[in-house]
C-alpha cells in the first residue's frame, strides 16, 4: 500500500512537473540567448567605396599584388580599366579599351571579366537590323590593354566567365559545359564535364563550385577536372540560411565564391549574408548577416567578391540604381547584435520596405528592424489566418513595433487603442503630398501614413476623354465606341469581368459605404450595371487560373499592359491605376507621340481618388516608440522613397521626381499573350520632360479621397463581378451576394 | 474509516495529474476570460458590463446565436432518435453487427479536409447534385450559398455522428437483462410494450451522457463548414464559432470574452437542465 502511494506522488510530481515546464522552456531558452548575444562585442560594417563617377562596373578583381581593380563602362560608353590606389578610396586608371567599342545602339560590351594576372577578356555583341539575334566577338585584352581578337570555337551565347587564380580562363555558353579557353586558337577544352545543366558557376581556389538547379552544389577539383564532388554541409548550410538560389540575370549570380588563406577556406555570399566554410565541414560560420546590411536589400544583385588584407572583404554588387562597391570591416568596439530591435510586421511581401530597412540599418548600426510576413507563397498561409497570427502575438505581448497596415482590420485596430498617433511624424516630413496624408486623418490625428500610392486613370482620344464626367458617361461613351473601329478593341482585351471590374473599382469603391457604415446598395448597383455596359463581349482574357485564395487582394490593376496596347494602336480606350514612373513615361511617352492622345484622372463614383498603399501604423504597445517614428520619418525621405520595386508611386514629392528623372530614356517594353506569340507589341519609352511630370504631379495634387482599402469588400465585390457582366445573375443579385457577406462583416 | 481516508488519497493523487491540467488549461484561461470580458480589449481598463451590451446589441452575434440555437434544436433530437432507431435495428440482428457496427463509425474515421472534399464535390454549383438534377432539367446552384446550406450542415453532422451515437446507444441496451423482456413476454407484452415500459426507462441513464455528448459534439461541426466555406459562409450557417474566429482576427478580445462567457452559461444551463431532468426521473 505505502509503495503504491510512492509511485502515485511520484507520478503525480512528475506528470504535473512535465506539463508546467513544457510550457516555458523554449522561451526561457531564448530569452537567455538575446542576453548572451546582446552583450558581445565585434561585427563587420559596411561602407560604400566610391566608384569613378558616372560609371557601371562589369568586374573586380585582386590582383596578384594584393590591388583592386574594376573594369566600367563611363556615361560616354567607353570601357576602361582602374586599380584601387592604397589609400582604399580613389582610382586610378590603367587603360582605356579601345575606342571603338564605345556603346552605340547597335554595339555594345556585354562581358569583361578581369584576370588575377592583369589581362582581361571581353565579349562584344553587335546587333543587325532585322535580325533577332545578335553577332558576338570575343577578345583577349593583356596588362597594358592591348586587344587580340580570339576566334572562340562556339556558336552558342557567352553566359558566364570566371579566371583562375592561376590565370586560366573559364567559360560557360547556352547548353555548354564549363570549358577552357586557349585565348590565342580559341579552342575551347571541356574542362568539367557534367556541367551542362548547371545554372551557374564560381571559382574559389582550384575548385569550381557549380550550382545545379535543385540548388545543390557541385565541387569540380580543376586540378582534376573529371572528379565530381558534393560538399553536403556546404549544400546544406545554404539551403538552410534560405538563401536565394535562383538566377535572376546574367549579370548578377545569387551566390558568389572566393578562396581564404587557410587551405580549404571558402567564402560565399548570399543575400543572406557571408559565410565562412571549410571544405566538407557539417556548417558555415555567418561572418556579416544580410539583414543587417546592403546584402539583404532585395534589389541588390551580387556580381564577384574579393577577400583583402586584416580579414576585410569587397564584395561588387548591383542595386536598383547603380552598381556599388562595397566594403566590408570588422569592427571589434560595435555590438554584435545591435542594441534597439525593432519589429515590423507585414501581411504581404514588401520589396520597397525591405530595401528601405537595409538602408536604415546601414545608416544606424544599433538598430535591427526585423520584417515579418503573415502570408508568402511559402508559408501557404491564408490571410484570415496570418491576421490571426498577429492578434496571438499581440496578446501575448510580442507585437510588433510597426504594422503595415495593408489588408489589416485598421478600423478595428483603432477602437482598440492600437494605433499610436502619426500626426507628428507626418507634419515633419518634407517635400510630401501632404493632400494624401491629410486625407488619412480621422478626427484630426493620422493613424497610419502611406508610403506610397497609385491613381485612377483614363488615357484615350482626347475628344472622348472630355466625355468622361463619371462611371456612367464612361459605359455611355464604351457604348458609343463598341463596333466603331474593328481593327480595335474597346479596352484591353486581356481583361474578363473580373479584371474590367477591378480596373475600375478604385474610383468608384468610395462611394460605396454609407455615412452608417453600411454597404450603399444602390451605389454598388449602379457599379455592376454600368461595368456590365462596359463590358466587351468580344473582349478575348486569357483563361484565369489564379481567381483564388487573396486574388482579389492582391491584383494590382496596373494600367501599364493597357498603356502598351494603346501605343499600338490596338486599343480605344484604357483605365486603370499608375504604380510606377515607368507607367508613368509609357503614359507620356504616348501622348508625346500620337497627339489625338491624352490622359485624365479617372472619375467613377468619385472623384479625385487615390489608392493609399504600404499604410503604416506604430503598435501603442510598442517598447520602442520613439526608434519607431525615427524609423518612419527615415521611411518618408527622398532617399527610402526612391526604393521602387513596383508597390506604388512614393508619397514623396522629390522622391517621384527622382524616379521619372532617373528612367532609362529609350528602354524598350514588349508582351504578347500566352496563347498567341504573334499579338506582340512593344514600345520605346522616354524620359517624360518637366511640363508633364508637372502635370502629373498637378493630378496627384488634386487627389483628395482615398479609395476602400478593405480586402474582404474587395473581394466580395470582384468576386461576383464576372457572372454579373456576363449575365449569369442581375446586378441586383450581385448586390445581394456582396452585402450578405459583408454586412456579416460589418456587423461584427 | 482511516482506511477509507488513505484510499481516497490514493485516488486523488491518480487524478491530480489530470485535475492540474484541467485547472491550468481550462479553469484558469476560463477564469481570465470572465475577468477580460469585463475590461477593455488591450487597454485592460475596466469596462463593467459595456462588453456584454456590446454583444447583445451586435447583430451578427444574434444572428449566429440563432443559428447555433436553431442547428442544436434540430439535429440534437434528430441524432438522439435517428441513432437509438439504428441501435435497436442493429441489436435485434442476429450476425454481422459488428460489421454494420464498423460501417456506421468510418465517417467519424474520414479527415474534415477529406468530408470538405466530399461536400464541395456533391454542392458545388457544378457538383453531383447540380448534375442530378440537370439530368431533370432543373437549374443547379452554389447549394453553399443557399438556405439549404444550413441542411448540409445539419446532414453532415447526422452523418458523422450517427455511429458514435448507435455504439453509445447500443452499450446501454447490452446493460438491460434479457430475463424482463423474457418475464414481460411471459406476461403477454408485445414488442412496443417491451420498448416503452422496458427499453427506453432503462436507457434514461444513457439518454442524458448521450445528449451532453451530441451537444458537445456539435459544436464541432464548425471546422467542416469553417473548411468549406470561409469565415464567411452563407448566413444560413454562420455559426457562433465563425464570429469568434473573426473577432480574434480583429482583435476584438473584449466582445470574444464576453461573448465565449454567454456562449458557455447557456452551454452550462443546458447541461444543468438534462441533469435535473435525468435527476428527476431518477
Sequence with gaps: MKGKKIISWILAAALSFGALTGCTSSGGGTDGEKKDTSTAKGRYLEADVELPENTSVYDMVKLEDGTLRIALS?????????????????????????????????????????????????????????????????????????????PLQTENYVYFTDYTREGEFLVQCQHTPVSSVNMETGEMTDKVSGTEDIRYFGVAANTLYAVDRDGQILLFDLLQPDVVEKDDGLSDSIAQSGANTDLQSLQTRPLIFTEGKEENEVFYCSNKGLYRHIRNGDVSELLIDGSLTSLGSPDVGLI????????????????????????????????????????AWSLRENSELLQNISQYQKENPDVYVTLDIGSTEENGVTASDALKNLSTEIMAGNGPDLLVLDGLPMDSYLEKGMLEDLTDVADQGEHLFTNLLENMKQDGKIYGIPLRFALPLVEGKKQDL??????????????????????????????????LAAQLYDACSPAWIQEDGKIAEEKLTEFYTQVGRIFDPESDPIPNSNAFGDYAATFTSSIGGGTLELYCDKLLLN??????????????????????????????????????????????KSKEKEESKKFLQFLLTKDAQTAAQGGGLPVNQEALEFLVDNIYDGSTFGSSRSDDPDSYVEMTIHKPDADAVGQFIDYVKEADTPALTNEIIREAVLEQADDCVQGKITPEEAVKAVTEKVSLYLAE | M??????????????????????????????????????????????????????????????AAGNTLRFEAVCIPLLLALSLFTALILNSLKSHIQFYKSCFL???????????????????????????LHLFHLPGEDWMRTPWAFWILIASYLWKNLGYDVVLWLAGLSGISPSLYEAARVDGAGRRQCFWYITLPSLLPSLFTISVLSILNSFKVFREAYLAAGDYPHESMYLLQHLFNNWYRDLSMDKMAAGAVIHAGVIFLMVLTLKRAWDGED
Design chain 2, 2 to 63: 482511516k482506511k477509507n481516508i488513505k484510499k481516497n488519497q490514493t485516488g486523488f493523487l491518480f487524478v491530480l495529474p489530470s485535475l492540474l491540467g484541467v485547472l491550468f488549461f481550462l479553469v484558469i484561461p476560463f477564469a481570465d476570460v470572465v475577468r477580460r470580458s469585463f475590461l477593455g480589449a488591450l487597454s485592460g481598463a475596466w469596462a463593467g458590463l459595456a462588453n456584454y451590451r456590446t454583444v447583445f446589441s451586435n447583430t451578427a452575434f444574434r444572428l
Design chain 1, 466 to 499: 472630355e466625355k468622361i464626367q463619371d462611371l456612367k458617361s464612361l459605359a455611355d461613351l464604351a457604348e458609343e465606341l463598341k463596333g466603331q473601329d474593328s481593327e480595335k478593341t474597346l479596352y484591353n482585351p486581356y481583361y474578363d469581368g473580373f479584371a
Design chain 1, 575 to 620: 483605365f486603370g491605376n499608375i504604380w510606377s514612373g515607368t507607367d508613368l513615361a509609357m503614359l507620356t511617352t504616348t501622348v508625346k507621340e500620337k497627339e489625338e492622345i491624352g490622359y485624365q484622372p479617372l472619375t467613377g463614383q468619385a472623384a479625385h481618388v487615390f489608392l493609399p498603399k504600404t499604410v503604416m501604423g506604430i503598435s501603442t
Design chain 1, 304 to 343: 564577384t567578391m574579393e577577400t583583402a588584407e586584416n580579414n576585410e572583404f569587397y564584395v561588387l554588387a548591383v542595386d536598383s540604381q547603380s552598381v556599388r562597391l562595397l566594403h566590408y570591416t570588422y569592427s571589434k568596439d560595435t555590438a554584435a547584435v545591435p542594441g534597439t530591435e525593432l519589429r
Design chain 2, 106 to 132: 468510418i465517417p467519424m474515421a474520414i479527415p474534415v479536409a477529406s468530408a470538405v472534399l466530399l461536400w464541395k464535390v456533391l454542392f458545388h454549383e457544378r457538383g453531383l447534385l447540380s448534375g442530378l
Design chain 1, 74 to 150: 563611363d556615361q560616354d560608353g567607353r570601357e576602361s580599366v582602374w586599380n584601387l590606389k592604397e589609400d582604399g578610396t580613389s582610382w586610378e586608371k590603367v587603360y582605356d579599351m579601345p575606342e571603338e567599342w564605345m556603346m552605340t545602339d547597335t554595339f555594345f560590351v556585354s562581358h569583361v571579366t578581369l584576370s588575377p594576372k592583369g589581362d582581361a577578356f571581353v565579349v562584344t555583341s553587335q546587333v543587325f537590323e532585322g535580325e533577332e539575334e545578335s553577332q558576338e566577338h570575343y577578345y583577349h585584352l593583356d596588362g597594358e590593354g592591348k586587344a587580340t581578337e580570339v
